[in-house]
């Protein structure tokens, strides 16, 4: 009996949904911005990341520089629908 209702319980967790979960684009997008991030090294000889509340230069050795601090953005606490 256990084990039925453990396959039925996986079977309706593994069921597709028809939109794209914060989970499903994460899995997919990390991988591809840590390849995209080390050919841009390889090619440029840097990459230029947000870190820390800072906008930053990493150099191929290491190197990192401060660009520029990144500003809080205030939004209104409520939001006109038209």
């Known amino acids: 009996m256990k084990s039925r209702l453990k396959a039925a319980?996986?079977?309706?967790?593994?069921?597709?949904?028809?939109?794209?979960?914060?989970?499903?684009?994460?899995?997919?997008?990390?991988?591809?911005?840590?390849?995209?991030?080390?050919?841009?090294?390889?090619?440029?000889?840097?990459?230029?990341?947000?870190?820390?509340?800072?906008?930053v230069r990493v150099d191929q050795d290491g190197t990192k520089s401060r660009i520029t601090k990144i500003r809080n953005i205030t939004r209104p606490s409520q939001i006109a629908l038209d």
């Open 9 to 55: 319980k996986k079977s309706a967790a593994e069921k597709e949904t028809a939109y794209v979960t914060k989970r499903v684009l994460v899995r997919a997008a990390s991988p591809a911005v840590k390849r995209a991030s080390r050919r841009a090294m390889e090619v440029a000889g840097y990459v230029v990341k947000a870190e820390n509340g800072w906008v």
